[in-house]
């Protein structure tokens, strides 16, 4: 399966974006898929990930209560809804995808098979 993010851009302090990671090649709901982002500099950081089968989810304390991950079947595409978004937000992010993933190594980018070119998120004022 190939994935494509899109959504990113600067937005201001407090502000909010919506990132896509759309599919093709494959159905997106046999997949596992995580955001991580990584920012100039700094290790890339696994953000959100939503399991198969129940799509049960998690979140890095750095953007739990802001940020919330979610399928859209239809369209299939993993969306990641980013509110509250700090300058410390800024960074590449990349949505990956594994069929094989479980719960514990959900943060580990070795852990995925698939990944997008990545899109950029300024947050400035």
């Known amino acids: 399966v190939q994935l494509v993010e899109s959504g990113g851009g600067l937005v201001q302090p407090g502000g909010s974006l919506k990132l896509s990671c759309t599919a093709s090649?494959?159905?997106?709901?046999?997949?596992?898929i995580g955001w991580f982002r990584q920012a100039p500099g700094k290790e890339r950081e696994a953000m959100s990930c939503i399991l198969t089968g129940d799509g049960s989810t998690y979140y890095s304390d750095s953007v739990k209560g802001r940020f919330a991950i979610s399928r859209d079947g239809a369209k299939n595409t993993v969306l990641l809804q980013m509110n509250s978004l700090k300058p410390e937000d800024t960074a590449a992010y990349y949505c990956a995808a594994s069929s094989t993933l479980i719960y514990s190594n959900y943060a580990r980018p070795e852990a995925y098979s698939n990944w997008g070119q990545g899109t950029l998120v300024t947050v400035s004022s």
């Open positions: 090649g494959g159905p997106l709901d046999y997949y596992a």
